[in-house]
Nanobody, 121 residues
Framework: QVQVAESGGGLVQAGDSLRLSCEASGRTFSPVAMGWFRQAPGKEREFVAQIRWSGGSTDYADSVKGRFSISRHRVKNAVYLQMNSLRPEDTAVYYC??????????????WGQGTQVTVSS
């Protein structure tokens, strides 16, 4: 059983920064990639950022490039999302996804329950 737990959401003002954390735990879990997605009210879940475990290469949605940064802690199976220059349109529930080795990310990923990020103008 793999558990994915996010933390770090909250209410901030436009221009502020916030750091989200996520850890994936499971006795035999080994990630191939981990990442962040978000879902705003009335909208579909969308990709935000991902990081590949081997090599650490990253990808970002165009809407967050230059403002958000994803990083990982390989021993903890943890991923972090540093969000700077936040905008009201970044308001959403942010979900962490952990993709296991042997699977396709994010199709076969394990998901967290989500953490709310609210940016006021």
């Amino acid at each position: 059983q793999v558990q994915v737990a996010e933390s770090g959401g909250g209410l901030v003002q436009a221009g502020d920064s916030l750091r989200l954390s996520c850890e994936a735990s499971g006795r035999t879990f080994s990630p191939v990639a981990m990442g962040w997605f978000r879902q705003a009210p009335g909208k579909e879940r969308e990709f935000v950022a991902q990081i590949r475990w081997s090599g650490g290469s990253t990808d970002y949605a165009d809407s967050v490039k230059g403002r958000f940064s994803i990083s990982r802690h390989r021993v903890k199976n943890a991923v972090y999302l540093q969000m700077n220059s936040l905008r009201p349109e970044d308001t959403a529930v942010y979900y962490c996804a952990a993709g296991p080795v042997g699977g396709t990310f994010p199709t076969n990923a394990y998901w967290g329950q989500g953490t709310q990020v609210t940016v006021s103008s």
